[in-house]
């Protein structure tokens, strides 16, 4: 179900009005619904909200075990608990934005070789604006699931120098027991590529709710979508006003949000996200792409 609505229209209370429905139905366990939306704060309120609701209605089952967070924090508990799957240590450290740039920072010479002398990778005059730039392509290549492969064998020079940096910084990354953002959620998803994995994963969950769909990129989009492929059962409210004060990627969000898309990524071969279909296109590296500035 796709619900798109403007502002203070109640899109949120429409959730938690269908999960309190979908618990007194009997249709799920909370413990059987995943609710995301994009920060601590609105999960937090969600919660309650939906707990005050099923209070309100007498709704007698048992909601500690309702999962409601950001795909990030789910992401993070999936990691911590299949950790053994993955390339990261015990202990790993997970870099928020500022521990991210720090840590480009730190190994800036070996990220970009022999590109590590202004202008850096033929673009940016001064050391932090390289690490800001990078900073913001790396996360974009990550969360679109682009193949750095691909932009090291471009004709375009900077595509080139952009892929193997890329290599570089996601190789120092987990040699050095460190995730960010971007490779957490990404991590799952290859996670959930293993059809064992994502059958005993998606045995768990009924439902999937999602708030502020309009906020997601392409692996978030994969990640919702994967757990509730057995079912079907996914429930998303979007507003395509907010796009216009997002980031330059607005136009993507829309495309997002619209019926065919979603379709075509619930199905076996999921459409090619657009930052992938622009960077083909030559867009990337030429007249600037999406997260670009």
Not at 39 to 55: G, H, N, V
Not at 189 to 201: M, P, T, V
Not at 207 to 226: A, G, H, I, R
């Amino acid at each position: 179900m796709l619900v798109i609505a403007g502002p203070g229209s109640g899109k949120t209370f429409s959730l938690v009005l269908r999960a309190v429905n979908l618990f007194l139905l009997g249709r799920c366990k909370p413990a059987e619904l995943v609710l995301c939306t994009f920060t601590e704060k609105a999960a937090y309120e969600l919660r309650d909200r939906i707990t005050a609701t099923a209070r309100k209605v007498h709704c007698r089952e048992d909601l500690s075990g309702l999962r409601v967070g950001t795909i990030h924090s789910i992401c993070n508990r999936i990691i911590a608990q299949h950790r053994h799957r993955t390339a990261l240590g015990s202990g790993y450290e997970t870099l928020d934005d500022l521990g991210q740039l720090l840590f480009l920072f730190d190994h800036f010479d070996g990220v970009c070789g022999q590109d590590a002398t202004p202008p850096y990778l033929g673009r940016w005059q001064t050391k932090w604006g390289a690490i800001e730039g990078l900073r913001d392509y790396f996360n974009k290549i990550t969360e679109e699931l682009v193949d750095p492969e691909r932009l090291a064998a471009d004709t375009n020079p900077f595509l080139q120098q952009l892929g193997r940096a890329y290599t570089n910084y996601r190789d120092t990354l987990f040699r050095n027991n460190r995730v960010d953002f971007a490779h957490q959620q990404s991590i799952v998803h290859d996670l959930l590529l293993d059809a064992q994995f994502l059958s005993r994963i998606g045995s768990a969950v009924r439902y999937v709710l999602v708030d502020e769909y309009q906020d997601t990129n392409y692996v978030q989009q994969q990640l919702l979508l994967k757990p509730a492929s057995a079912t079907g059962n996914m429930c998303v409210v979007g507003d395509v006003q907010r796009q216009e004060n997002g980031p330059a990627d607005g136009d993507f969000r829309v495309y997002r949000l619209h019926p065919e898309t979603l379709r075509r990524a619930a199905a076996d071969g999921p459409a090619a996200s657009p930052w992938q279909e622009r960077q083909s296109a030559g867009a990337c590296g030429r007249g600037g792409c999406a997260g670009d500035d």
